[in-house]
């Protein structure tokens, strides 16, 4: 109805306004295909509380039907070898100038897989009110100019979120899932660098109508074991319901098995 896609644009705008504050319009109507999600892990520990939600996130995105590709920053090449974080001098001398992403080996497959993605999820813990090192190093490396956006020229329409021109159009949705050592409103009180970092500074390198879903545990020095599960449950259930169910030929139900897709490392 009109009034749906109405309120549903409002929301839309609304939520890119106020950082994911105001959650997106829910997904509508379903898709003859699943949605390539790009999964961006930062977690040295396999047998973290943010490792289990990683692996939750994954499998209520797989019962919607969607295929999801994951960057393990921790362990990118599956050889147990984190992410070289730090930017380069070479790479800093020539990041406007000629910032070929091919010219570092080890950067170079990511951005295809940030090309090939039709929505982003981030998750990682807050430390110290900020993303990981690893993270911060890979957006340092990764979201480079000509690639990810440009600096506006002659004629050129840039983003009034940061001013800068968009350069990964085909990211639609982006979500962070991420845990909190401190309450909720000692978070709002220090500033959130990890929202302002995805939901304000990078958002805007997507679609020009990409919306952010924010999934945090507050408090979690003090939660309890059934904290913990409620949250799981709650973010698997979140991603089951983040993109339009996929519907397949002969299939009238409103979604499909996690057998009809599937999760693999990048790199």
Not at 54 to 67: D, I, N
Request: proline share 9%; aromatic share 8%; net charge neutral.
């Amino acid at each position: 109805p009109p009034s749906r896609m109405v309120f549903s644009f409002l929301q839309m705008h609304l939520n890119r306004l106020t950082a994911g504050f105001i959650p997106p319009p829910p997904a509508h109507g379903r898709s003859s295909e699943g949605w390539n999600v790009l999964l961006v892990h930062a977690h040295p520990l396999r047998d973290s509380f943010s490792s289990e939600l990683a692996r939750h996130v994954t499998a209520g995105l797989q019962e919607g039907g969607h295929t999801v590709r994951t960057i393990n920053l921790y362990d990118v090449k599956g050889d147990g070898q984190p992410f070289q974080a730090a930017l380069t001098v070479d790479e800093r001398s020539r990041y406007f100038s000629s910032p070929n992403p091919e010219d570092s080996q080890d950067v170079a497959p990511l951005i295809t897989e940030l090309r090939k993605a039709d929505a982003i999820v981030f998750c990682y813990p807050t430390w110290w009110m900020g993303v990981p090192a690893i993270l911060k190093g890979f957006i340092d490396r990764a979201f480079l100019p000509g690639v990810t956006f440009r600096v506006p020229e002659h004629g050129d329409t840039p983003s009034p979120l940061n001013g800068l021109v968009p350069g990964l159009q085909n990211v639609r949705k982006v979500a962070a899932v991420t845990t909190y050592g401190a309450p909720r409103y000692l978070v709002a009180l220090a500033g959130d660098c990890g929202n302002a970092l995805i939901a304000r500074c990078i958002l805007p390198l997507f679609h020009p109508e990409a919306t952010v879903s924010w999934h945090g545990l507050y408090g979690m020095d003090g939660a309890t074991e059934d904290d913990r599960k409620r949250f799981v449950r709650d973010v698997r259930q979140a991603f089951r319901q983040w993109l339009p169910p996929v519907v397949h030929k002969g299939n009238d139900s409103s979604g499909s098995s996690a057998s009809n897709s599937k999760a693999s490392p990048a790199g």
